[in-house]
């Protein structure tokens, strides 16, 4: 158990619609960052937030969107969904911004959330 | 923008081989991570590496940061049918903000 937990773990939906996944991370971790996984493809980078604010921006698409919340947990969303967007969506945690040399860049992930959009 | 090249896309094996992939990047990273994927789960951090040249085992699993700072290596002994799943090198660069990630290799044991 990494200690980032990602909701809901499944979802199923239309194109056109709009989801919101939820990651919570590590307790103490200021870092959030979202990834996208196609089938058989590596990891894509999205987005990364630090104590709730944007930190780097990824390859994500303008229909998406993210944010951290006071408590540290984000949210992503994504809107007008194409069948193109079924993918595994993971959060990742890390203790800080990722370039202060203190930092290790470990990143812990989720378990992720598959979403099949039909 | 930095590059990972990780290979073999793909291995195929017999339980008891010994496993060796490698990523090399295009600029001096500081940091190399290696994740396994286990099918369906979130990447899970196996061995961290802070120092060129420096070697790190965890279990039947051996890393290394090259003295280049461009490439990594993963070393697996006697494998088994559990380390089925897809391997990533990770690596950071001093003063980036994120990880970059390579492509994966998928290990497939052959009973």
């Known amino acids: 158990d990494s200690g980032v937990t990602q909701t809901p773990k499944h979802l199923i939906t239309a194109t056109g619609q709009r989801v919101t996944l939820r990651c919570s991370p590590r307790?103490?971790?200021?870092?959030v960052y979202w990834y996208q996984q196609s089938l058989d493809q590596g990891l894509q980078f999205l987005i990364q937030?630090?104590?709730?604010?944007?930190?780097a921006k990824g390859n994500i698409l303008e229909r998406f969107s993210a944010q951290q919340f006071p408590d540290l947990h984000s949210e992503l969303n994504l809107s007008s969904l194409e069948l193109g967007d079924s993918a595994l969506y993971f959060c990742?945690?890390?203790?800080?911004?990722?370039?202060?040399?203190?930092?290790?860049?470990?990143?812990?992930f989720g378990e992720g959330s598959r979403l099949t959009v039909l | 923008g930095q590059q990972l090249n990780q290979s073999p896309q793909s291995m195929f094996i017999q339980e008891g081989e010994d496993v060796s992939m490698n990523c090399t990047s295009s600029?001096?990273?500081?940091?190399w991570l290696w994740y396994k994927q286990d099918p369906g789960e979130g990447p899970v951090l196996l061995i961290a590496l802070y120092k060129a040249g420096e070697l790190t085992s965890n279990g039947r699993l051996t890393a290394q940061f090259g003295i280049t700072r461009k490439d990594s290596f993963l070393n697996i002994s006697a494998s088994i049918p559990s380390d089925v799943g897809i391997y990533f090198c990770a690596g950071k660069a001093q003063g980036a903000q994120k990880l970059v990630f390579g492509q994966g290799t998928r290990l497939t044991i052959n009973p």
């Open positions: 937030y630090y104590n709730g604010e944007e930190r």
């Open positions: 307790s103490g971790d200021l870092s």
């Open positions: 600029s001096i990273f500081n940091t």
């Open positions: 990742a945690s890390s203790v800080g911004m990722g370039y202060l040399n203190a930092n290790t860049g470990e990143l812990f």
